[in-house]
């Protein structure tokens, strides 16, 4: 009786324990209901102040709605998690364009990630980058399922139980019925799920794509003036202006600010990718390490406060010198730079029914 008693106890501690990265499945994944629009939504589509204009893939193929679909639950499924314990939205949240708050997130064991979480739209974009705040993923499909076998992320060290785990949960048949013609859960499917839900999300209904089609006279005399800043500054330089802000265009793909005389992370050869600046408001903290609390923390920085680091990009060294260049800008510039970066909000993004969690 005490042996039977110590062999149930054991088998259920070893149930729940994260140790021994044991997959755990939800207690009745049949009661799960998911509520989803009969028409999948119009993911191939991006809403943009003149209207609605296609969405496309890494592969410039248009959008499929019911693949992103199937991403959308996956994104915000916990399942996804080797414990049921987070989602790809728990670090990555609609509330806060799909960042989080923190500086580093907590993972399925409660351990914390080692970066800040990025805010996720246009990686269209990101295509000739990168993924990652050192760019070392370049294809989306290979990249999804990182944070999924991550340690401390999601924990799924055997890449290859994910798809067991989600054959086992009845309510993805359907999905993957409607997105592939057959129920048979594959990794490649999800792996193609997720990355199509990513790419719909897209950041495009903003004041500053608004003003691109007139002229910026929409803007403010403020805006107007921190736009010229922006672009005087060799900000734009980095963070282009393109649709992400980021820099798929310029011959360099990651650069060191000088945050600090030495680095911690040693990111890409002591660089970090330059970040997209869409939706920059909503995203705090910022930097890689999320050091920043605000966007006049980090005018501060560009202001006064560069490093000579080593790897100092050259477009932040004083001109024909070796030393960190002080932009010094007043309080007025400051206000007037991030009133700009204001303009990149795309606000629409953070209540789009066909970004939210399904599950509720
Ligand atoms: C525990 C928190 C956490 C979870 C869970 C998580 N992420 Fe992330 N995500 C991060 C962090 C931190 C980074 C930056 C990591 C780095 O640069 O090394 C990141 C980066 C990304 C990026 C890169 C964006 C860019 O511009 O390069 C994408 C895309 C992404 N995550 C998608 C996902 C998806 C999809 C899932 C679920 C399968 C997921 N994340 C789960 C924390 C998380
Ligand atoms: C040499 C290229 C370069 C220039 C010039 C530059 N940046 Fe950056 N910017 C970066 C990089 C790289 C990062 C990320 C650094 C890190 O985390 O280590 C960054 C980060 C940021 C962030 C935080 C992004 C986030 O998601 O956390 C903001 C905001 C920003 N820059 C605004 C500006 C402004 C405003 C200017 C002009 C005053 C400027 N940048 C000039 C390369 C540049």
Known sequence: MKQLLLLTLSVLTLGISYNCKKVSYKAD??????????????????????????????????INNDKATLGRVLFYDKALSINNSVSCA???????????????????AEKQTVRNSMGISNLVDERNIGFFW????????????????????????RIDLVAE???????????IQKAYGTTEVTEQ??????????????????????GMYKGFSNFTAQESRGMKLFTENNCGTCHQITPSFSNSYNSFKFANIGLDVVDNDPGIDGQYKIPRLKNIALTAPYMHDGRFKTLEEVLDHYSNNIQNNPKLNFLLKANGSATPKKFEFTAQQKADIIAFLNTLTDKNLLTDKKFSNPFN
Not at 92 to 102: C, E, G, I, K
């Open 189 to 210: 499917r999800l792996r193609q799920g997720l990355s199509q839900f990513l790419f719909s999300i897209v950041a495009q209904n903003t004041k500053f794509d608004e």
């Open 134 to 157: 050192d760019a070392r993923e370049t294809k989306i499909e290979s990249m999804v399922f990182a944070p999924v076998a991550n340690h401390i992320e999601m924990g799924f060290d």
């Open 90 to 108: 728990s670090c990555h949240s609609q509330d806060h364009a799909f960042s989080d708050v923190v500086a580093f997130s907590k993972g399925f």
């Open 29 to 62: 994944p049949s009661s799960v209901k998911l509520s989803l629009p009969d028409q999948p939504y119009e993911y191939n589509k991006v809403n943009t102040s003149i209207g609605k204009i296609n969405n496309y893939y890494e592969d410039f193929t248009l």
């Open 165 to 175: 785990k989600v054959s086992k949960l009845p309510y993805y048949a359907a999905l």
